[in-house]
Protein backbone atom coordinates (compact mmCIF):
# COMPACT_ATOMS: atom_id res chain seq x y z
CA UNK A 1 0.00 0.00 0.00
CA UNK A 2 2.53 2.25 0.71
CA UNK A 3 4.44 2.66 -2.73
CA UNK A 4 1.90 5.37 -2.80
CA UNK A 5 4.18 8.48 -3.25
CA UNK A 6 1.95 11.40 -2.92
CA UNK A 7 4.40 14.36 -3.60
CA UNK A 8 5.74 16.46 -6.03
CA UNK A 9 8.84 15.28 -6.63
CA UNK A 10 12.63 16.00 -7.29
CA UNK A 11 14.00 16.16 -10.62
CA UNK A 12 14.67 12.66 -12.89
CA UNK A 13 18.57 12.49 -11.96
CA UNK A 14 19.67 13.24 -8.55
CA UNK A 15 20.72 16.96 -7.61
CA UNK A 16 22.89 18.43 -5.59
CA UNK A 17 21.46 20.07 -2.58
CA UNK A 18 20.80 24.43 -3.31
CA UNK A 19 20.16 26.73 -0.53
CA UNK A 20 17.04 27.73 -2.30
CA UNK A 21 17.08 31.21 -2.50
CA UNK A 22 15.43 31.25 -6.18
CA UNK A 23 12.93 28.70 -5.45
CA UNK A 24 12.02 30.91 -2.48
CA UNK A 25 10.78 33.51 -4.94
CA UNK A 26 8.18 31.06 -5.23
CA UNK A 27 6.61 32.57 -2.28
CA UNK A 28 6.91 35.83 -3.20
CA UNK A 29 5.32 35.76 -6.79
CA UNK A 30 2.52 38.46 -7.54
CA UNK A 31 1.12 37.83 -11.01
CA UNK A 32 -0.14 40.52 -13.21
CA UNK A 33 -3.16 38.90 -13.86
CA UNK A 34 -6.10 36.73 -12.68
CA UNK A 35 -6.51 33.45 -13.38
CA UNK A 36 -8.72 30.43 -12.39
CA UNK A 37 -6.91 27.31 -11.62
CA UNK A 38 -8.36 23.75 -11.51
CA UNK A 39 -6.62 21.47 -9.16
CA UNK A 40 -8.05 17.78 -10.47
CA UNK A 41 -6.75 14.78 -8.26
CA UNK A 42 -7.04 11.24 -10.69
CA UNK A 43 -8.72 8.39 -8.99
CA UNK A 44 -6.57 5.81 -8.32
CA UNK A 45 -6.24 2.39 -10.18
CA UNK A 46 -7.69 -0.45 -7.92
CA UNK A 47 -4.97 -2.25 -6.04
CA UNK A 48 -4.13 -3.95 -2.68
CA UNK A 49 -2.97 -1.39 -1.40
CA UNK A 50 -5.58 1.57 -1.50
CA UNK A 51 -8.20 -1.26 0.28
CA UNK A 52 -11.21 0.01 -1.79
CA UNK A 53 -13.43 -3.22 -0.54
CA UNK A 54 -13.02 -1.70 2.87
CA UNK A 55 -14.79 1.60 1.86
CA UNK A 56 -18.67 0.47 1.93
CA UNK A 57 -17.76 -1.21 5.34
CA UNK A 58 -16.93 2.85 6.38
CA UNK A 59 -20.31 4.14 5.80
CA UNK A 60 -18.42 7.98 4.29
CA UNK A 61 -15.02 6.80 3.16
CA UNK A 62 -14.58 7.22 -0.52
CA UNK A 63 -10.99 7.53 -0.68
CA UNK A 64 -7.42 5.91 0.53
CA UNK A 65 -5.43 9.08 1.75
CA UNK A 66 -5.18 12.93 0.58
CA UNK A 67 -3.23 14.00 -2.35
CA UNK A 68 -0.84 15.89 -0.04
CA UNK A 69 1.02 16.89 -3.18
CA UNK A 70 -1.57 18.45 -4.93
CA UNK A 71 -2.54 20.10 -1.40
CA UNK A 72 0.58 21.21 -1.33
CA UNK A 73 0.22 23.15 -4.91
CA UNK A 74 -3.28 24.81 -3.59
CA UNK A 75 -1.06 26.59 -1.40
CA UNK A 76 1.81 27.26 -3.57
CA UNK A 77 -0.56 29.43 -5.81
CA UNK A 78 -0.61 32.97 -5.60
CA UNK A 79 -3.01 33.91 -3.45
CA UNK A 80 -4.19 36.45 -6.50
CA UNK A 81 -5.72 33.37 -8.06
CA UNK A 82 -9.21 32.14 -7.29
CA UNK A 83 -8.95 28.23 -6.71
CA UNK A 84 -10.85 24.80 -6.72
CA UNK A 85 -9.57 21.45 -5.63
CA UNK A 86 -11.55 18.11 -6.55
CA UNK A 87 -10.29 14.62 -5.80
CA UNK A 88 -11.68 12.26 -8.03
CA UNK A 89 -11.54 9.57 -5.88
CA UNK A 90 -14.30 11.55 -4.03
CA UNK A 91 -16.07 12.60 -7.04
CA UNK A 92 -15.74 13.40 -10.68
CA UNK A 93 -14.74 16.64 -11.86
CA UNK A 94 -17.99 19.05 -13.58
CA UNK A 95 -18.42 19.73 -16.71
CA UNK A 96 -19.38 23.11 -15.21
CA UNK A 97 -15.70 23.04 -13.17
CA UNK A 98 -13.98 22.29 -16.40
CA UNK A 99 -16.29 25.37 -17.43
CA UNK A 100 -15.02 28.11 -15.06
CA UNK A 101 -11.59 27.44 -14.85
CA UNK A 102 -8.55 29.19 -17.22
CA UNK A 103 -5.93 26.14 -16.86
CA UNK A 104 -6.04 22.61 -14.93
CA UNK A 105 -3.80 21.23 -12.22
CA UNK A 106 -3.32 17.64 -12.37
CA UNK A 107 -0.65 15.36 -10.62
CA UNK A 108 -0.02 11.69 -10.35
CA UNK A 109 1.82 8.66 -10.18
CA UNK A 110 2.58 5.90 -12.40
CA UNK A 111 -0.68 3.62 -11.04
CA UNK A 112 -2.96 7.14 -12.15
CA UNK A 113 -1.59 7.24 -15.38
CA UNK A 114 -4.80 6.14 -17.28
CA UNK A 115 -6.83 8.65 -15.35
CA UNK A 116 -4.18 11.68 -15.70
CA UNK A 117 -5.02 11.06 -19.54
CA UNK A 118 -8.93 11.06 -18.69
CA UNK A 119 -8.48 14.72 -16.98
CA UNK A 120 -6.38 15.82 -19.83
CA UNK A 121 -8.90 14.84 -22.73
CA UNK A 122 -11.83 16.23 -20.97
CA UNK A 123 -10.27 19.89 -20.29
CA UNK A 124 -9.05 19.61 -23.54
CA UNK A 125 -12.51 19.07 -24.67
CA UNK A 126 -13.40 22.36 -22.80
CA UNK A 127 -10.59 24.29 -24.25
CA UNK A 128 -8.44 24.36 -21.40
CA UNK A 129 -4.87 24.21 -21.02
CA UNK A 130 -3.43 21.71 -18.56
CA UNK A 131 0.02 21.47 -16.17
CA UNK A 132 0.79 18.48 -15.26
CA UNK A 133 3.08 17.84 -12.61
CA UNK A 134 4.15 15.01 -10.12
CA UNK A 135 6.10 11.51 -9.43
CA UNK A 136 5.03 10.08 -13.12
CA UNK A 137 5.78 12.89 -15.35
CA UNK A 138 8.85 13.51 -13.39
CA UNK A 139 10.13 9.75 -13.71
CA UNK A 140 8.63 9.34 -17.34
CA UNK A 141 7.67 12.20 -19.36
CA UNK A 142 7.63 11.17 -22.40
CA UNK A 143 4.05 8.87 -21.25
CA UNK A 144 2.15 12.40 -21.36
CA UNK A 145 2.39 13.74 -25.11
CA UNK A 146 -0.65 14.90 -24.80
CA UNK A 147 -0.26 17.31 -22.06
CA UNK A 148 0.46 20.92 -22.44
CA UNK A 149 2.64 22.06 -19.31
CA UNK A 150 4.97 19.48 -17.95
CA UNK A 151 6.62 19.99 -14.23
CA UNK A 152 9.18 17.75 -13.74
CA UNK A 153 10.76 17.81 -10.34
CA UNK A 154 9.86 18.57 -6.62
CA UNK A 155 8.21 22.45 -6.04
CA UNK A 156 10.89 25.26 -6.78
CA UNK A 157 11.77 27.75 -9.06
CA UNK A 158 10.07 25.07 -12.07
CA UNK A 159 7.05 26.39 -10.55
CA UNK A 160 7.87 29.33 -10.42
CA UNK A 161 8.64 29.56 -14.07
CA UNK A 162 5.53 27.84 -14.55
CA UNK A 163 3.86 30.02 -12.83
CA UNK A 164 4.89 32.85 -14.58
CA UNK A 165 4.26 31.44 -17.80
CA UNK A 166 0.35 31.08 -16.73
CA UNK A 167 0.24 34.83 -15.72
CA UNK A 168 1.87 35.70 -19.39
CA UNK A 169 -0.88 33.76 -21.26
CA UNK A 170 -3.19 30.62 -20.70
CA UNK A 171 -3.24 29.68 -24.36
CA UNK A 172 -2.11 26.31 -25.31
CA UNK A 173 1.14 26.17 -26.42
CA UNK A 174 2.03 24.40 -30.15
CA UNK A 175 4.15 22.57 -28.50
CA UNK A 176 4.49 20.52 -25.32
CA UNK A 177 6.75 22.93 -23.09
CA UNK A 178 8.98 21.23 -19.73
CA UNK A 179 9.64 23.30 -16.42
CA UNK A 180 12.70 21.45 -14.58
CA UNK A 181 13.19 22.26 -11.17
CA UNK A 182 16.97 22.40 -10.45
CA UNK A 183 16.29 24.84 -7.27
CA UNK A 184 14.27 23.23 -5.02
CA UNK A 185 11.84 24.80 -1.94
CA UNK A 186 13.52 23.57 1.77
CA UNK A 187 10.86 21.37 2.87
CA UNK A 188 10.95 23.45 5.90
CA UNK A 189 9.64 26.38 3.88
CA UNK A 190 6.73 23.83 2.85
CA UNK A 191 3.13 25.38 3.78
CA UNK A 192 1.08 23.41 5.27
CA UNK A 193 -1.05 21.53 2.68
CA UNK A 194 -4.75 22.57 2.03
CA UNK A 195 -6.27 20.15 4.28
CA UNK A 196 -9.44 23.01 5.23
CA UNK A 197 -10.13 21.90 1.16
CA UNK A 198 -11.07 18.55 1.96
CA UNK A 199 -13.52 16.36 4.52
CA UNK A 200 -10.95 13.99 6.22
CA UNK A 201 -13.59 11.63 7.19
CA UNK A 202 -14.27 11.17 3.96
CA UNK A 203 -10.29 9.50 3.52
CA UNK A 204 -9.43 6.08 5.23
CA UNK A 205 -6.19 7.35 6.71
CA UNK A 206 -4.49 10.90 6.75
CA UNK A 207 -0.96 11.23 5.62
CA UNK A 208 2.13 13.29 5.90
CA UNK A 209 5.32 13.74 4.80
CA UNK A 210 8.29 14.33 7.59
CA UNK A 211 11.25 13.12 4.67
CA UNK A 212 12.06 12.82 0.97
CA UNK A 213 14.75 10.30 -0.20
CA UNK A 214 16.35 7.22 0.10
CA UNK A 215 19.89 6.69 0.74
CA UNK A 216 19.96 2.90 -0.87
CA UNK A 217 20.20 1.99 -4.13
CA UNK A 218 17.79 -1.24 -4.99
CA UNK A 219 17.85 -2.23 -8.51
CA UNK A 220 14.26 -2.12 -9.20
CA UNK A 221 13.76 1.10 -6.91
CA UNK A 222 13.63 4.65 -8.78
CA UNK A 223 13.36 7.19 -5.34
CA UNK A 224 16.78 7.73 -5.67
CA UNK A 225 16.20 9.12 -9.32
CA UNK A 226 13.52 11.30 -8.53
CA UNK A 227 13.99 12.17 -4.80
CA UNK A 228 17.65 11.98 -3.94
CA UNK A 229 20.17 9.75 -1.93
CA UNK A 230 20.07 12.56 1.36
CA UNK A 231 16.87 12.62 2.65
CA UNK A 232 15.39 16.27 2.85
CA UNK A 233 13.49 17.16 5.96
CA UNK A 234 10.47 19.29 7.55
CA UNK A 235 11.12 20.51 10.88
CA UNK A 236 9.05 18.42 13.87
CA UNK A 237 6.83 21.92 14.33
CA UNK A 238 5.24 21.27 10.61
CA UNK A 239 4.43 17.63 11.35
CA UNK A 240 3.21 18.55 14.51
CA UNK A 241 0.94 21.35 13.10
CA UNK A 242 -0.07 19.13 10.64
CA UNK A 243 -1.27 16.72 12.83
CA UNK A 244 -3.53 18.71 14.41
CA UNK A 245 -4.85 19.50 11.96
CA UNK A 246 -5.48 15.86 10.81
CA UNK A 247 -6.75 15.20 14.68
CA UNK A 248 -8.71 17.58 14.38
CA UNK A 249 -10.28 16.92 11.41
CA UNK A 250 -11.64 13.33 12.38
CA UNK A 251 -8.33 11.67 10.97
CA UNK A 252 -7.85 8.42 13.71
CA UNK A 253 -4.98 6.50 11.24
CA UNK A 254 -2.16 8.66 9.84
CA UNK A 255 0.38 7.37 7.82
CA UNK A 256 3.42 9.06 7.64
CA UNK A 257 4.22 8.70 3.29
CA UNK A 258 7.95 9.06 3.79
CA UNK A 259 9.96 7.08 0.96
CA UNK A 260 12.05 5.26 3.89
CA UNK A 261 11.16 7.20 7.79
CA UNK A 262 14.36 5.62 8.58
CA UNK A 263 16.59 7.12 6.02
CA UNK A 264 17.92 9.83 8.59
CA UNK A 265 18.09 7.66 11.74
CA UNK A 266 19.11 11.09 13.52
CA UNK A 267 16.39 13.26 11.91
CA UNK A 268 13.79 9.95 12.94
CA UNK A 269 15.37 9.96 16.76
CA UNK A 270 14.88 14.19 16.61
CA UNK A 271 11.29 14.02 15.03
CA UNK A 272 9.99 11.23 17.61
CA UNK A 273 10.20 13.08 21.37
CA UNK A 274 8.04 15.53 19.60
CA UNK A 275 5.48 12.74 18.49
CA UNK A 276 5.73 11.48 21.63
CA UNK A 277 4.45 14.49 23.52
CA UNK A 278 1.88 15.04 20.75
CA UNK A 279 -0.18 11.40 21.60
CA UNK A 280 0.27 11.70 25.49
CA UNK A 281 -1.55 15.46 25.21
CA UNK A 282 -4.04 13.70 22.88
CA UNK A 283 -4.25 10.72 25.22
CA UNK A 284 -3.18 8.43 21.88
CA UNK A 285 -6.16 8.78 20.30
CA UNK A 286 -4.49 8.83 16.66
CA UNK A 287 -2.70 5.92 15.40
CA UNK A 288 0.44 6.50 13.31
CA UNK A 289 2.28 4.53 10.40
CA UNK A 290 4.87 4.27 8.03
CA UNK A 291 7.12 2.57 5.18
CA UNK A 292 10.74 2.00 6.76
CA UNK A 293 13.40 -0.76 5.29
CA UNK A 294 13.67 -3.48 7.51
CA UNK A 295 17.34 -2.52 9.07
CA UNK A 296 14.90 -0.14 11.52
CA UNK A 297 14.84 -2.95 14.07
CA UNK A 298 18.62 -2.44 14.72
CA UNK A 299 18.08 0.86 16.20
CA UNK A 300 16.80 -0.14 19.21
CA UNK A 301 16.33 3.37 20.51
CA UNK A 302 14.33 4.68 17.77
CA UNK A 303 12.08 1.12 18.02
CA UNK A 304 11.17 2.15 21.74
CA UNK A 305 10.25 5.56 21.01
CA UNK A 306 7.94 4.38 18.31
CA UNK A 307 6.31 2.29 20.23
CA UNK A 308 5.69 5.17 22.88
CA UNK A 309 4.56 7.81 19.62
CA UNK A 310 2.17 4.35 18.88
CA UNK A 311 3.08 3.30 15.86
CA UNK A 312 1.14 0.11 15.49
CA UNK A 313 2.01 -1.19 11.55
CA UNK A 314 5.25 -0.20 9.33
CA UNK A 315 5.48 -1.11 5.69
CA UNK A 316 8.65 -3.42 5.22
CA UNK A 317 9.94 -3.52 1.50
CA UNK A 318 10.76 -6.80 2.04
CA UNK A 319 10.45 -8.47 -1.70
CA UNK A 320 11.39 -11.71 -1.10
CA UNK A 321 13.11 -13.89 1.60
CA UNK A 322 15.37 -15.58 -0.81
CA UNK A 323 19.27 -13.95 0.25
CA UNK A 324 21.07 -14.43 -3.09
CA UNK A 325 17.66 -12.53 -4.55
CA UNK A 326 18.17 -9.78 -2.28
CA UNK A 327 22.04 -9.67 -2.79
CA UNK A 328 21.44 -9.57 -6.70
CA UNK A 329 18.70 -6.34 -6.18
CA UNK A 330 21.42 -4.64 -3.55
CA UNK A 331 18.79 -5.12 -0.92
CA UNK A 332 21.47 -6.19 1.41
CA UNK A 333 20.14 -4.14 4.29
CA UNK A 334 17.75 -6.57 4.51
CA UNK A 335 20.15 -9.52 5.58
CA UNK A 336 21.64 -7.26 8.32
CA UNK A 337 19.16 -8.86 10.49
CA UNK A 338 17.73 -12.36 9.68
CA UNK A 339 14.37 -11.75 8.25
CA UNK A 340 12.01 -13.76 10.87
CA UNK A 341 13.77 -12.19 13.45
CA UNK A 342 13.38 -8.63 12.04
CA UNK A 343 10.00 -9.28 11.71
CA UNK A 344 9.42 -10.88 15.49
CA UNK A 345 11.23 -7.54 16.87
CA UNK A 346 9.00 -5.56 15.25
CA UNK A 347 5.71 -7.85 16.76
CA UNK A 348 7.70 -6.93 20.20
CA UNK A 349 7.45 -3.36 20.32
CA UNK A 350 3.80 -3.44 19.17
CA UNK A 351 4.13 -3.02 15.22
CA UNK A 352 1.87 -4.98 13.11
CA UNK A 353 4.52 -5.85 9.74
CA UNK A 354 2.95 -4.98 6.09
CA UNK A 355 5.49 -5.61 3.75
CA UNK A 356 6.16 -6.04 -0.33
CA UNK A 357 6.77 -8.86 -2.47
CA UNK A 358 8.40 -9.04 -5.95
CA UNK A 359 7.66 -12.56 -8.46
CA UNK A 360 9.34 -12.18 -11.91
CA UNK A 361 12.73 -12.22 -10.64
CA UNK A 362 15.57 -13.54 -12.36
CA UNK A 363 16.45 -15.39 -9.11
CA UNK A 364 12.87 -17.02 -8.94
CA UNK A 365 12.47 -21.15 -9.62
CA UNK A 366 9.38 -23.05 -9.87
CA UNK A 367 9.80 -23.26 -6.13
CA UNK A 368 9.29 -19.73 -5.32
CA UNK A 369 5.75 -19.91 -5.31
CA UNK A 370 5.38 -22.73 -2.14
CA UNK A 371 8.34 -20.47 -0.74
CA UNK A 372 6.63 -17.82 -0.57
CA UNK A 373 3.20 -19.08 1.05
CA UNK A 374 5.42 -20.82 3.40
CA UNK A 375 7.25 -17.85 4.21
CA UNK A 376 3.84 -16.01 4.67
CA UNK A 377 2.37 -18.56 7.02
CA UNK A 378 5.71 -18.57 9.30
CA UNK A 379 6.00 -14.83 9.34
CA UNK A 380 2.95 -14.26 10.28
CA UNK A 381 2.44 -10.71 8.19
CA UNK A 382 -0.91 -9.97 7.62
CA UNK A 383 -0.31 -7.72 4.59
CA UNK A 384 1.49 -8.46 1.39
CA UNK A 385 1.24 -6.80 -2.01
CA UNK A 386 2.40 -9.35 -4.14
CA UNK A 387 3.49 -7.83 -7.49
CA UNK A 388 4.69 -9.20 -10.85
CA UNK A 389 8.62 -7.51 -11.13
CA UNK A 390 7.93 -3.96 -13.87
CA UNK A 391 11.05 -1.95 -15.19
CA UNK A 392 10.17 1.40 -14.11
CA UNK A 393 12.19 3.99 -15.87
CA UNK A 394 15.26 5.53 -14.25
CA UNK A 395 16.05 2.71 -12.44
CA UNK A 396 19.28 -0.25 -12.96
CA UNK A 397 16.96 -2.62 -13.34
CA UNK A 398 15.59 -0.59 -16.26
CA UNK A 399 18.85 -0.22 -17.75
CA UNK A 400 19.98 -3.66 -17.28
CA UNK A 401 17.07 -5.24 -18.82
CA UNK A 402 17.14 -2.69 -21.84
CA UNK A 403 21.09 -4.06 -22.84
CA UNK A 404 19.49 -7.51 -22.27
CA UNK A 405 16.69 -6.72 -24.57
CA UNK A 406 14.58 -7.69 -22.32
CA UNK A 407 12.10 -4.52 -22.06
CA UNK A 408 9.07 -5.00 -23.76
CA UNK A 409 6.89 -1.82 -25.17
CA UNK A 410 3.78 -2.04 -23.20
CA UNK A 411 0.84 -4.23 -24.16
CA UNK A 412 -2.90 -3.92 -22.63
CA UNK A 413 -2.47 -7.43 -22.50
CA UNK A 414 0.44 -8.45 -20.24
CA UNK A 415 1.08 -6.64 -16.74
CA UNK A 416 4.72 -6.06 -17.01
CA UNK A 417 7.30 -4.72 -19.50
CA UNK A 418 10.15 -7.64 -19.00
CA UNK A 419 10.62 -10.88 -20.72
CA UNK A 420 10.94 -12.41 -17.57
CA UNK A 421 13.50 -16.20 -17.82
CA UNK A 422 10.64 -17.85 -16.61
CA UNK A 423 7.11 -17.75 -19.28
CA UNK A 424 5.22 -14.91 -18.63
CA UNK A 425 2.31 -17.42 -18.50
CA UNK A 426 3.93 -19.19 -15.42
CA UNK A 427 5.12 -16.08 -13.58
CA UNK A 428 1.26 -15.17 -13.52
CA UNK A 429 0.06 -18.25 -12.76
CA UNK A 430 2.35 -18.89 -9.65
CA UNK A 431 1.66 -15.29 -8.85
CA UNK A 432 -2.43 -16.31 -8.71
CA UNK A 433 -1.61 -19.53 -6.42
CA UNK A 434 0.14 -17.32 -4.06
CA UNK A 435 -2.30 -14.22 -4.27
CA UNK A 436 -5.00 -17.07 -3.63
CA UNK A 437 -3.41 -18.99 -0.99
CA UNK A 438 -1.79 -16.35 1.48
CA UNK A 439 -5.47 -14.02 1.09
CA UNK A 440 -7.51 -17.45 1.57
CA UNK A 441 -9.82 -16.38 4.63
CA UNK A 442 -8.65 -19.56 6.72
CA UNK A 443 -4.62 -18.72 6.45
CA UNK A 444 -5.36 -14.76 6.33
CA UNK A 445 -7.44 -14.76 9.68
CA UNK A 446 -4.32 -17.23 11.21
CA UNK A 447 -2.14 -14.40 10.70
CA UNK A 448 -4.01 -11.79 12.25
CA UNK A 449 -4.79 -14.41 15.16
CA UNK A 450 -1.10 -14.21 15.83
CA UNK A 451 -0.99 -10.59 15.65
CA UNK A 452 -3.44 -10.19 18.34
CA UNK A 453 -1.66 -12.50 20.67
CA UNK A 454 1.81 -11.59 20.09
CA UNK A 455 1.94 -7.63 18.63
CA UNK A 456 -1.10 -6.00 19.85
CA UNK A 457 -0.40 -6.42 23.45
CA UNK A 458 2.81 -4.60 23.23
CA UNK A 459 0.92 -1.57 22.06
CA UNK A 460 0.45 1.74 23.96
CA UNK A 461 -3.46 2.18 24.74
CA UNK A 462 -5.04 5.72 25.87
CA UNK A 463 -4.88 6.07 29.76
CA UNK A 464 -8.81 7.21 29.19
CA UNK A 465 -10.63 5.92 26.69
CA UNK A 466 -13.87 6.88 28.23
CA UNK A 467 -13.24 10.68 26.71
CA UNK A 468 -13.14 9.12 23.25
CA UNK A 469 -16.41 7.20 23.47
CA UNK A 470 -17.94 10.73 22.52
CA UNK A 471 -21.89 10.37 20.87
CA UNK A 472 -20.35 11.02 17.50
CA UNK A 473 -17.94 8.46 17.72
CA UNK A 474 -19.96 5.66 18.95
CA UNK A 475 -22.62 6.72 16.13
CA UNK A 476 -20.02 6.15 14.05
CA UNK A 477 -18.85 2.90 15.28
CA UNK A 478 -22.25 1.66 15.62
CA UNK A 479 -23.29 2.29 11.86
CA UNK A 480 -19.16 0.66 11.16
CA UNK A 481 -20.39 -2.48 13.09
CA UNK A 482 -23.76 -2.59 11.47
CA UNK A 483 -22.23 -3.20 7.86
CA UNK A 484 -19.34 -5.34 9.14
CA UNK A 485 -21.89 -8.07 10.80
CA UNK A 486 -24.43 -7.72 7.75
CA UNK A 487 -21.76 -7.92 4.79
CA UNK A 488 -18.95 -10.15 6.41
CA UNK A 489 -20.85 -11.55 9.40
CA UNK A 490 -24.31 -12.91 7.58
CA UNK A 491 -23.05 -12.74 3.82
CA UNK A 492 -19.73 -13.49 3.25
CA UNK A 493 -18.95 -17.67 2.98
CA UNK A 494 -16.17 -16.89 5.85
CA UNK A 495 -18.60 -15.76 8.68
CA UNK A 496 -17.24 -18.60 10.72
CA UNK A 497 -13.93 -17.45 10.75
CA UNK A 498 -15.15 -13.95 12.23
CA UNK A 499 -17.15 -14.79 14.13
CA UNK A 500 -14.74 -16.59 16.03
CA UNK A 501 -12.44 -13.70 15.97
CA UNK A 502 -14.47 -11.63 17.10
CA UNK A 503 -15.74 -13.08 19.99
CA UNK A 504 -11.94 -13.46 20.97
CA UNK A 505 -11.22 -10.13 20.62
CA UNK A 506 -13.79 -9.23 22.50
CA UNK A 507 -13.33 -11.40 25.47
CA UNK A 508 -10.01 -9.72 25.56
CA UNK A 509 -11.02 -6.05 25.39
CA UNK A 510 -10.35 -5.86 22.05
CA UNK A 511 -12.45 -3.51 20.54
CA UNK A 512 -10.39 -2.27 18.16
CA UNK A 513 -8.81 -5.30 16.40
CA UNK A 514 -12.66 -6.28 15.47
CA UNK A 515 -13.35 -3.07 13.68
CA UNK A 516 -9.44 -3.51 12.19
CA UNK A 517 -9.24 -7.56 11.20
CA UNK A 518 -12.94 -7.35 9.88
CA UNK A 519 -12.30 -4.71 7.48
CA UNK A 520 -8.90 -5.07 6.14
CA UNK A 521 -9.45 -8.52 5.77
CA UNK A 522 -12.73 -8.29 3.61
CA UNK A 523 -10.70 -6.18 1.31
CA UNK A 524 -7.32 -8.72 0.95
CA UNK A 525 -9.70 -11.72 0.44
CA UNK A 526 -12.47 -9.77 -1.92
CA UNK A 527 -9.36 -8.45 -3.83
CA UNK A 528 -7.14 -11.56 -4.23
CA UNK A 529 -10.26 -13.32 -5.33
CA UNK A 530 -10.50 -11.03 -8.15
CA UNK A 531 -7.07 -11.56 -9.03
CA UNK A 532 -7.27 -15.39 -9.24
CA UNK A 533 -10.27 -14.51 -11.50
CA UNK A 534 -8.03 -12.48 -13.83
CA UNK A 535 -10.27 -9.24 -13.22
CA UNK A 536 -7.11 -7.33 -11.15
CA UNK A 537 -3.83 -6.71 -12.74
CA UNK A 538 -0.58 -8.60 -11.60
CA UNK A 539 1.65 -5.29 -11.49
CA UNK A 540 0.17 -2.11 -10.07
CA UNK A 541 2.03 -0.26 -12.79
CA UNK A 542 0.09 -2.16 -15.60
CA UNK A 543 -2.03 -0.08 -18.19
CA UNK A 544 -4.02 -3.00 -19.23
CA UNK A 545 -7.75 -2.15 -18.32
CA UNK A 546 -9.65 -3.81 -15.79
CA UNK A 547 -14.01 -4.78 -16.21
CA UNK A 548 -15.02 -1.04 -15.96
CA UNK A 549 -18.75 -2.22 -15.26
CA UNK A 550 -17.17 -3.69 -12.26
CA UNK A 551 -15.23 -0.58 -11.16
CA UNK A 552 -18.25 1.51 -11.71
CA UNK A 553 -20.22 -1.18 -9.13
CA UNK A 554 -17.79 -0.98 -6.82
CA UNK A 555 -18.03 2.68 -6.92
CA UNK A 556 -21.68 3.16 -6.85
CA UNK A 557 -21.55 0.88 -3.72
Not at 61 to 73: A, D, T, W
Not at 147 to 164: N, W
Not at 290 to 304: G, P, R, S, W
Not at 486 to 510: C, H, P, Q
Request: with cysteine; charged share 25%; proline share 6%.
Amino acid sequence: MLYIRVVITSLTEVLPETDGKESSALRSFKPQNKRKILCAFPRYSYSFGTFNHAFPLMGDVKGFMPPQGILLIVELVPKEWEIKFVDENIRRVTPEEFAWADVVFVSGMHIQRTRIHDITRRAHDAGKIVALGGPSVSSAPDYYPDVDLLHCGEVGDGTLRLFQRLDETIERPEEQITFRTIDRLPMAQFPTPAYHRIDLTQYLLGSVQFSSGCPYTCEFCDIPALYGRNPRLKSPEQIVKELDLLADGGCVSVYFVDDNFIGNPKATADLLPHLIEWQKKRDYSVRLACEATLNMVQHTKIMEQMKEAAFNNVFFGIETPDPKALKAMKKGQNLRTPILEAIKTANSYGIEVACGIIMGLDSDTPETAQALIDFAEVSNIPIMTVNILYALPNTALYTRLQKENRVLEEAEDRDSNIVFLQPYENVVRDWKRVIGHIFSPEMLYARYAYNAVHTYPHRVMPKNPEKQATWKNIKRALNIMRRIVWRVGIRSDYRKLFWKMAWTELKRGNVEAVFQISMVAHHLITYSRECTQGKMQSSNYSIRQVEQDRENEALAA
